[in-house]
């Protein structure tokens, strides 16, 4: 079994381009690299979402991928 640090997120999405979307969480807005296909069917920018997320940790950098389903996270 494995376990994650950032299983999910919910919270207000701030802003959203062709590659990331930027939700606030409390006070922090965490910037999430999803596919094309999950950031079609999050909501607008002001509303709430939750997304499955995948951290992945390399030398130089955190990145968070943000899913709407298991199957597209694995």
Do not use: C, H
Request: glycine share 6%; charged share 20%; aromatic share 6%.
């Amino acid at each position: 079994m494995s376990y994650t640090l950032v299983s999910s997120v919910k919270g207000r999405i701030e802003s959203m381009t062709a590659e990331y979307v930027d939700i606030s969480v409390s006070f922090l807005t965490l910037r999430i690299i999803a596919p094309t296909s999950t950031l079609e069917n999050i909501g607008p920018i002001g509303t709430i979402t939750s997304l499955l997320t995948s951290l992945q940790v390399r030398e130089d950098s955190l990145t968070l991928y943000g899913f709407l389903t298991e199957d597209d996270r694995v």
